[in-house]
């Protein structure tokens, strides 16, 4: 079994995403860390609009906060919050948009 050194990859991944945030981009960034059962672990980090509207995706998706916030907007205009410590399921029939007021860090674990 492989150890990674999460804080390293964070590090890693705020590296990467830091020229587009700069450029005054938006950004979705990732590392992975694991594959195990037919799914996938990273590491992301998001800052901005990540998609241009409301979008279903083929797969449910969790996602747990490691530093900073996201706004999750729903087809109706409704936005969920979710904090640092704090995690969610994004179900993939329903539609939503993700929207990261500034450089958020998170731990997303999903099918492959």
Do not use: N
Not at 87 to 101: A, E, K
């Amino acid at each position: 079994m492989k150890v990674t050194d999460v804080e390293q990859v964070k590090k890693q991944v705020r590296k990467l995403a830091a020229g587009r945030v700069l450029a005054g981009e938006a950004a979705e960034v990732g590392i992975d860390l694991a594959r195990l059962d037919g799914c996938r672990a990273c590491i992301q980090a998001g800052y901005g609009h990540i998609s241009k509207g409301v979008e279903a995706t083929s797969h449910d998706r969790f996602i747990w906060i490691l530093d900073g916030m996201v706004e999750i907007y729903d087809a109706t205009g409704h936005v969920g919050t979710v904090s640092q410590g704090e995690g969610t399921i994004l179900s993939g029939r329903t539609p939503y948009r993700l929207v990261f007021p500034h450089l958020t860090l998170y731990l997303a674990v999903e099918p492959i």
